[in-house]
């Protein structure tokens, strides 16, 4: 079966005696054994799987949770350059020199004494970087018979002061003095924690360097757990600490060693092969150091398959991608550089992209929700238009009906009115039938009553007048008497015939009527003849 394919992380961060490259050097390894003092803006771990991490120190693995604050700190100061002395290391060597040049004087005016000669010679013979025990020098010194004995004890101690201040500092500040590594196995490849721990991928590294760079001391190894969440499996690092300086020589030689294990590399590549000899001060190209790094990771790549990924079924490739994009790659080793919280790849912008690709899981949920919402609105935007135009065409209707309403109203009122009127005049009239319709009954009651009376009073008064009207008539007709005259007879003949009805008033009524024929009939008997006059007296008065 096939091994997994993986892509790994391995990276150099070399650490000079400048006053920048320390204070670079306190804060990583302040960040990498978790110092408090050490903590940046941005979140670097989680507190919550800090307990995981592990430290192997002084020989021995431990938790790291377990370190005080104090040994965190020791450790952080062990690793860097001593304070340097109160004058100035400048200055300070300007006087190991000027103490040097006595001493040197000293051991040619000391040839006649043998002993003190080898002493002095030893002292001057001291290499740089070994320290000098003062105390038991003095002692040796003051048994042997120097000239001069009081200066040159004093020159000694002098020297020997200086040059124990200066062991602890290379000669050159720019030589690397620590290096920084880094062992990683990206989230990506989803290589879980029960396949492979980050306890053995730091042995796996430790046994890199001891097999590689054996004469270089690594000072500490970290394993990190704390840089994920809390649901994640992946993501275990190493960091390793190595003292750049040679053991066995006591030189800052650590760029060199890797050179020649580069050139080592070239040649199991079958490319030309020459050992690298130590100059003091010598540098590489900026060409040469690209070399050599490609042709370490193809050795750390080769060392790690063989001793730790081979066996798990996982095996380590180089992203081929990433080798073609040399902008990336450029960018890669810029940010190497940086603080490990400005990084791009660190806990902090890892837990930002995180909640970012989480937020934007929601946004694009939000997104699809609001697309079907903006959809579900447009439908029921869709369906108010459709309402609406029927709404429209329903207001259109209405206003038609109103209006048809409106002139059927004014009409209605017309005739409402009309009709109040007519009302009015019904019961006008209504009343005016009842009340003559009572009248007409009181008429009829009256007329039936009078009639009666007229009916007996006629009889009465034709009974009682005939004969009266009779002669007068007579008298009218045939003698040709004036109205007035016979007016006059009337009257008389009527007064003296009403004292008899004591005034009655009907019966007054009835002569007027009776004046009045009397009257109508003259008129026409004026112009009708004899004859015709006797006959009309006769039919008026039967």
């Known amino acids: 079966m096939k091994n997994k394919a993986i892509t790994c992380f391995f990276s150099t961060l070399p650490y000079s005696g400048t006053a920048e490259k320390q204070a670079k050097l306190k804060k990583s390894a302040g ?12 979140i670097e771990w989680n507190p919550d799987l800090s307990h995981l991490n592990e430290v192997y120190i002084n020989n021995q693995w431990t938790k790291l949770d377990e370190l005080s604050n104090d040994d965190k700190s020791q450790f952080i100061e062990s690793i ?15 006087r190991k020199r000027a103490y040097k040049k006595k001493l040197k004087a000293a051991l040619q005016s000391e040839k006649g004494n043998p002993e003190g000669a080898n002493y002095i010679a030893k002292i001057l013979g001291t290499p740089e970087h070994v320290p000098l025990k003062l105390d038991s020098l003095l002692n040796e010194a003051r048994s042997i018979d120097f000239s001069r004995k009081k200066q040159r004890l004093n020159a000694f101690e002098k020297y020997i002061s200086l040059h124990n201040k200066l062991v602890a500092f290379p000669k050159n500040l720019n030589s690397n003095l620590v290096e920084e590594s880094i062992f990683v196995i990206p989230h990506r490849n989803k290589v879980s924690q029960d396949l492979l721990c980050g306890k053995e991928m730091a042995e796996a590294f430790m046994n890199y360097y001891r097999r590689f760079f054996k004469d270089y001391e690594i000072l500490a190894v970290f394993v990190h757990s704390d840089e994920r969440s809390l649901n994640e499996d992946t993501g275990e690092h190493v960091h390793l600490f190595l003292n750049a300086q040679n053991s066995r ?14 050139q080592k590399m070239k040649l199991t590549l079958n490319r030309s092969h020459s050992p690298i000899q130590y100059k003091k001060g010598a540098c590489f190209t900026r060409k040469e150091q690209s070399e050599h790094g490609a042709l370490l990771q193809e050795c750390f790549r080769r060392f790690m398959n063989k001793n730790l990924f081979i066996e798990k079924g996982l095996s380590m490739e180089f992203n081929q991608e990433l080798q073609k994009d040399k902008q990336k790659v450029k960018e890669m080793r810029r940010q190497g550089k940086q603080k490990k919280s400005e990084r791009d790849c660190n806990y902090h912008t890892r837990m930002l992209e995180k909640e970012q690709l989480q937020i934007e899981q929601k946004i694009s949920a939000k997104l699809e929700e609001l697309s079907q919402l ?12 459709e309402e609406q135009e029927k709404i429209r065409r329903l207001h259109v209707d209405i206003d038609l009906l109103r209006s048809d309403t409106n002139a059927a109203t004014n009409q209605l009122d017309k005739t409402s009115t009309a009709l109040s009127t007519v009302k009015e005049q019904l019961k006008t009239a209504e009343s005016k039938v009842l009340h003559n319709e009572e009248k007409n009954e009181q008429l009829e009651k009256s007329n039936s009553y009078l009639k009666k009376v007229i009916a007996k009073l006629t009889h009465t008064v034709v009974e009682t007048l005939a004969p009266i009207f009779q002669d007068i008539m007579k008298s009218f007709v045939f003698e040709q008497r004036d109205e007035k005259e016979l007016l006059t007879l009337l009257e008389r003949r009527m007064s003296a015939h009403m004292k008899k009805l004591d005034g009655n008033p009907i019966q007054q009524a009835l002569v007027c009527g009776m004046k009045d024929a009397l009257l109508d009939n003259r008129e026409n008997l004026n112009t009708a003849s004899p004859k015709k006059r006797r006959m009309s007296a006769v039919r008026e008065f039967d």
């Open 80 to 94: 860097r350059l001593p304070q340097k002395p109160q004058e100035g290391l400048a200055k300070c060597k300007q």
């Open 31 to 42: 960040h990498s054994i978790r110092d408090e003092n050490a903590k940046s803006e941005t």
């Open 249 to 262: 020589t006591k030189e800052w030689d650590l760029r060199v060693a890797k050179a020649n294990l580069a």
């Open 374 to 385: 903006n959809q579900h609105i447009n439908e029921v935007k869709n369906q108010q238009k």
